[in-house]
């Protein structure tokens, strides 16, 4: 099946920098791809659509300007948390959604990324 | 925005079948009916997608009646490896986004 890799898996940064992490589909194209964060216990919380080649649409609370988002290519999405504070602490997943799948848009997710900000 | 609705949490035993019924009554008329597994520290995985009626594949059944007010995910014969939380969603047809609930966490037991 599709797979999607996230890079770093784990990150531990200090309060005030900065954090990239990077989405890839390995084996198949993906204009659409998506973000999301997950704290313990709870479920995903949907943050932001990423558009390869245009700028991402991000869900009413999020911040765009603290969580950056690039989609530079057809499987490559970047989510920078810009001056990371502990709050931000959380477990990051991105998905992407095969372009040449069928009509259901069946989305495959990545691992995650866990994120300790300190 | 269709809202599901799934019991919080089951208990199984090794060998059972276990059937997860998830509300969805604001669906809408192109809207699809997906189901993901997800064990802790990793990302869901999808279990099965259906529109209407039945739908089987090799790991479960989705079972979706006329009204498509709800669904019935079915794992036959479940096993230990089978403790996760599952989700159901129903998939907006305007961009493919996936809004999550709550989930069910499922714990199969010895």
């Known amino acids: 099946g599709a797979v999607v890799s996230q890079h770093p898996s784990r990150v531990i940064c200090k309060s005030g920098t900065s954090v990239k992490i990077e989405c890839r589909s390995l084996?198949?194209?993906?204009?659409?791809m998506f973000w999301y964060r997950q704290f313990p216990k709870k479920s995903l919380m949907l943050m932001a659509t990423s558009n390869e080649g245009s700028k991402a649409t991000y869900e009413q609370g999020v911040e765009k300007d603290k969580f950056l988002i690039n989609h530079a290519s057809l499987t490559l999405s970047t989510l920078t948390v810009t001056s990371a504070h502990p709050e931000d602490s959380s477990f990051y997943i991105c998905s992407a959604r095969d372009i040449s799948g069928r009509p259901s848009y069946e989305q495959y997710f990545g691992p995650g990324t866990r994120l300790t900000v300190t | 925005l269709a809202k599901t609705t799934q019991p919080i949490s089951m208990d199984s035993y090794e060998g059972q079948e276990v059937n997860i019924t998830c509300s969805h009554n604001n669906i809408a008329t192109n809207d699809y009916i997906t189901w993901y597994q997800q064990f802790p520290s990793q990302g869901p995985r999808f279990i099965i997608q259906?529109?209407?009626t039945k739908v089987t594949n090799e790991v479960a059944s989705l079972f979706i009646p006329a009204d498509r007010k709800s669904s019935t995910l079915s794992l036959p014969r479940v096993s230990l490896s089978d403790t996760a939380v599952y989700y159901c969603l129903v998939l907006l047809n305007q961009g493919g986004k996936l809004i999550f609930g709550q989930g069910t966490e499922l714990s199969v037991k010895p």
């Open positions: 084996d198949f194209q993906a204009t659409t």
């Open positions: 259906g529109y209407k």
